[in-house]
């Protein structure tokens, strides 16, 4: 088999690259907030929002590897950790104070953070904050801790008026927009990820302005690096010496950009509720889907999902298979 990749991690969603294209602007509104902080003047809190896949969370992380020397960075990503407790352990976590997941109340995690943070100059981010039950949370840190910086990020720009109005007067936010790249960006950063991650001139070039085109379509960078390592792992599996254009077309027939797959009338709400959301819990995308005016029963959404984890739109993760998600 001939290697057309060279380096995979680097067309991983979360590869962290030396150098973020085309988003210079959002960088510096950043980098001032942060320098405000380091040089003792007001630092303004973030509401950062946009679409999936433009950028939002590459930026925050790449300016907190950036800064970490000069603040204390915190990186939470509210997915994961939901529940007010959940988030402050994990704050505490990464403050190298492990606390027990039961047992220990939120009140004194709370002070131990105030206490270790207190007068420190620190960077807080919230990932996907829309999903975060409540920013309760938040008020200790906002009331006691004048020397840190909070960043919210989501892409629901409607996520701010779900936020309590004594958090919200407190935090002060400045909006920060991440717009949808044009298509000469999206050509740009592909093209720097397949210079990383390929061997040289292993692709050709009406192969990588396809999956430009297919990625600006779906305003989602993600969609380009995953038709990127897709279409290197058919051309390496034929034992062809590049990439070609119908390699490309082959790896987007697998994905869930395929077309040609009709979806029934639920199979599409499904759909578009993890087009407008992202991950989901079985449980919520259910919970959602009732709201919408579905009148099935358990076990037939269960049949929908099959059918689309089928089909190549779905994924199911966890050991349990209780998170879906587009793919």
């Not at 929002?49 to 204390?72: D, H, N």
Request: aromatic share 8%; net charge positive; with cysteine.
């Amino acid at each position: 088999m001939k290697a057309l990749i060279k380096n995979e991690e680097i067309l991983d969603p979360n590869f962290l690259p030396s150098k973020i294209l085309h988003r210079e602007k959002e960088l510096r509104e950043m980098e001032r907030c942060i320098r405000d902080l380091i040089e003792e003047r007001r630092a303004n809190n973030l509401f950062i929002f946009g679409r999936s896949g433009v950028g939002k969370t590459t930026c925050v992380k790449f300016i907190m590897q950036r800064l970490g020397g000069e603040v204390i960075p915190i990186y939470v990503n509210c997915w994961e950790h939901r529940t007010p407790h959940g988030i402050l352990l994990e704050i505490a976590k990464q403050l190298g104070k492990v606390f027990p997941s039961k047992g220990v109340r939120s009140e004194d995690i709370s002070e131990e953070i105030i206490s270790q943070l207190f007068e420190r100059k620190a960077l807080m981010a919230f990932d996907e904050i829309d999903k975060a039950e409540t920013l309760d949370f938040l008020y200790p840190i906002l009331h006691n801790l004048r020397t840190t910086c909070i960043f919210l990020i989501t892409n629901q720009k409607d996520a701010l008026l779900r936020i309590d109005e004594r958090i919200l007067s407190r935090l002060m936010l400045q909006k920060l927009e991440f717009k949808d790249y044009n298509y000469g960006e999206v050509l740009d950063i592909l093209r720097e990820r397949v210079r990383l991650a390929l061997v040289p001139n292993s692709m050709d070039e009406n192969a990588l302005e396809k999956i430009a085109i297919e990625t600006f379509k779906a305003c989602d960078i993600r969609v380009g690096l995953l038709l990127i390592l897709n279409s290197a792992r058919i051309a390496e599996g034929e034992l062809a010496p590049r990439i070609t254009e119908q390699h490309v077309l082959r790896a987007i027939e697998r994905s869930s950009l395929k077309k040609e797959v009709k979806l029934s009338k639920y199979e599409e709400m499904i759909y578009q509720i993890l087009k407008e959301h992202g991950e989901l819990r079985v449980k919520e995308l259910f919970h959602k889907f009732c709201e919408r005016g579905a009148d099935v029963c358990d076990r037939s959404f269960r049949n929908y999902l099959r059918n689309l984890e089928k089909y190549g739109v779905i994924e199911i993760l966890g050991k349990k298979r209780r998170i879906v998600r587009l793919r």
